[in-house]
T-cell receptor, first 115, second 113 residues
């Protein structure tokens, strides 16, 4: 399955954070979502074969990387209080022709608290 | 701008009865819809999906109905079981744009024994 680390994290405003994800074996697409309390997950961005393949309405201080070994990172610079949320990583398998399989498999998330 | 809306934050149903969870969307470009279930401290788990070329998809106790003219979909769970108690999210996407899933706010289902 999809794993994420760490499970919980506390940072202070202005700091930087790196969250990690290990995709399901055989999946070449990873997406990151932010879920604020009481809300549904919001799409941050997606990586397909190590290239960014779409981005949601998040500022450039949210950045990502995908590595050849099915792992990926979400980096957030200059943390703000509103960045406090559950961060979810989801993996899926890309289909021929670049049509990404929509059935994404989620990890348990990293709970980030910014003080 | 909430493109996918789940207007009922919570739903309580008796065990054995039908649970109906509703979802509305505004973007007519959406052509693929999914339901996810989420337990506390776990990530969302894929439940069932439907393409816009269909109006119904069934998988065991779970059936999703899509009404494109009304931009409305619903998830029926029959019969409901206490283990179904969770938060249910509907999500929508344009299939050709792949991974950008737009989620609703979720509905918390409670199935009473």
């Amino acid at each position: 399955g999809v794993t994420q680390s760490p499970t919980h994290l506390i940072k202070t405003r202005g700091q930087q954070v790196t969250l990690r994800c290990s995709s399901q074996s055989g999946h070449n697409t990873v997406s990151w979502y932010q879920q604020a309390l009481g809300q549904g997950p919001q799409f941050i961005f997606q990586y397909y074969r190590e290239e960014e393949n779409g981005r949601g309405n998040f500022p450039p201080r949210f950045s990502g990387l995908q590595f050849p070994n099915d792992s990926s990172e979400l980096n957030v610079n200059a943390l703000e209080l509103d960045d406090s949320a559950l961060y979810l990583c989801a993996s899926s398998s890309g289909l021929a022709g670049g049509h990404i399989n929509n059935e994404q498999f989620f990890g348990p998330g990293t709970r980030l608290t910014v003080l | 701008d909430q493109q996918v809306k789940q207007n009922s934050p919570s739903l309580s149903v008796q065990e054995g009865r039908i649970s109906i969870l509703n979802c509305d969307y505004t973007n007519s470009m959406f052509d693929y819809f999914l339901w996810y279930k989420k337990y506390p401290a776990e990530g969302p788990t894929f439940l069932i999906s439907i393409s816009s070329i269909k109006d119904k998809n069934e998988d065991g106790r779970f059936t999703v109905f899509l009404n494109k003219s009304a931009k409305h979909l619903s998830l029926h769970i029959v019969p409901s079981q206490p283990g179904d108690s969770a938060v249910y999210f509907c999500a929508a996407s344009n299939y050709n744009q792949g991974g950008k899933l737009i989620f609703g706010q979720g509905t918390e289902l409670s199935v009473k024994p």
